[in-house]
T-cell receptor, first 108, second 115 residues
């Protein structure tokens, strides 16, 4: 079983759609959680941290359920510029472990 | 925010030669840096953790004699791919932790092509 698993992609959605990404992790001792965004052939960039209380940044909402070892990212009113690969990332003892990523393509 | 600079961004080398990749933290001191490798359509795979002033810690399956890591200062870590082969062609990315924030900052990545 992979340490961090994400929804298989790609997700093809129209502009304005709401899209949700799911992620599960296997190590219950994982300490902190993140969503990163990676554009084609570029380095990953931190999108947001994820907390049990849930956190929102504009159109993006992230949620963590420690009991289920489940992380989610919701994107509302999607824009063309949201097209990228979204990586679920887990901090295990200071090491960042990446999921395989979910590709999002937003179409006009 | 903190900046991590990685150089070169792209390199093409002949099979059997060695390639050095540099990773610098520009505005903070990084006692720990990480090296990842990413094959097309796959996720980032952690290769090793680089600790300033001590030996790197390699992940299972990563050959330490092939991927030499040096972290001589608090702002510089280098990865040397020795005797490179075509199967080493990949996207190599470094990252560094800034203790003031969670997560990590990534270098721009190095696309290595071995011909």
């Amino acid at each position: 079983r992979k340490e961090v698993e994400q929804d298989p992609g790609p997700f093809n959605v129209p502009e304005g759609a709401t899209v949700a990404f799911n992620c599960t992790y296997s190590n219950s001792a994982s300490q902190s959680f993140f969503w990163y965004r990676q554009d084609c052939r570029k380095e990953p960039k931190l999108l947001m941290s994820v907390y049990s209380s849930g956190n929102e940044d504009g159109r993006f909402t992230a949620q963590l359920n420690r009991a289920s070892q489940y992380i989610s990212l919701l994107i509302r009113d999607s824009k063309l510029s949201d097209s990228a690969t979204y990586l679920c990332v887990v901090n295990q003892g200071g090491k960042l472990i990446f999921g395989q990523g979910t590709e999002l393509s937003v179409k006009p | 925010g903190a900046v991590v600079s990685q150089h070169p961004s792209r390199v093409i080398c002949k099979s059997g030669t060695s390639v050095k990749i540099e990773c610098r933290s520009l505005d903070f001191q990084a006692t720990t840096m990480f090296w990842y490798r990413q094959f097309p359509k796959q996720s980032l795979m952690l290769m090793a953790t680089s600790n300033e002033g001590s030996k790197a810690t390699y992940e299972q399956g990563v050959e330490k004699d092939k991927f030499l890591i040096n972290h001589a200062s608090l702002t510089l870590s280098t990865l040397t791919v020795t005797s490179a082969h075509p199967e080493d062609s990949s996207f190599y990315i470094c990252s560094a932790r800034d203790n003031t924030v969670e997560g990590a900052f990534f270098g721009q990545g190095t696309r290595l092509t071995v011909v």
